[in-house]
């Protein structure tokens, strides 16, 4: 694994596996191929303290079927749930190549799973009432849509930045103390490529942006966010 970056940890604190990691299986990167996944998979095992977490983001990829593509959220929803349909099945078929003893130490979840927690609830609600509220924050967010979509082949109008605003939104408390599961954390993961949302994730944690709104988000635990590269 070729890692980039460490944010808010060490490699030091990453290998000697302080952390349990979480990892954030995409629908829409062309990088999540059956074998990079795999890859990361075994990373994550060989690194992470106890468990290990896939979440299968088929929520938040019908979030951009419905901005990008102009799908209505019923469309978006059947088809982004069939694509994690998929994705599920990938991912078992990936497990059951490893030894039980590595297979017993992954969960997977679907995106939905994590979003109807009152943990989840209680930081998308501060999350979204500051995006409304707070001109400043509102603005980081939608520069952070701007960057990640701006270079693509779709038109950024003041709808579609508005929808992608909440995929931002919901995407990032997953991140504040970890991806919260079945009454555990997990602190660390790692992805292909970090953008302005992981500043704006970092900076929300240690305060440095936006401290009224992190103080409201009850941020209490150490996590990583790690950019690295199976290639």
């Known amino acids: ?66 901005a990008l593509d102009d799908y209505s959220k019923q469309r978006a929803f059947r088809v982004a749930y069939r694509l994690g349909d998929e994705k599920e099945k990938e991912l078992f078929e990936i497990i059951k190549e490893f030894p039980k003893e590595k297979r017993d130490l992954i969960k997977i979840a679907r995106f939905k799973e994590i979003l109807s927690t009152k943990y989840y609830e209680y930081r998308f609600e501060i999350l979204h009432e500051s995006y409304n509220e707070d001109e400043k924050f509102r603005f980081f967010v939608d520069k952070i849509t701007k960057e990640a ?20 939104l919901r995407e990032i408390p997953i991140y504040l103390n970890g991806a919260y599961y079945d009454g555990k954390y997990y602190q660390a993961t790692i992805y292909p490529g970090l953008g302005l949302i992981d500043e704006l994730i970092i900076g929300l944690h240690t305060g440095k942006l936006f401290p009224e709104i992190s103080k409201k988000l009850k941020i209490h635990n150490q996590i990583a966010i790690l950019e690295g590269y199976v290639d």
């Not at 890692?3 to 302080?18: H, N, R």
């Open 149 to 168: 979509y701006s270079k693509g082949p779709h038109t950024l109008t003041e709808k579609r930045i508005k929808k992608l605003a909440e995929y931002v």
């Open 1 to 66: 694994m070729r890692i980039e970056k460490y944010l808010g940890s060490s490699k030091q604190e990453v290998e000697a596996k302080k952390f349990d990691i979480w990892f954030g299986v995409s629908l829409g990167n062309k990088y999540f191929t059956k074998e990079n996944i795999k890859k990361y998979l075994v990373w994550c095992l060989e690194n992470t303290k106890s468990e290990l977490l896939c979440i299968i983001s088929d929520r938040l990829y019908a979030i951009k079927l419905e």
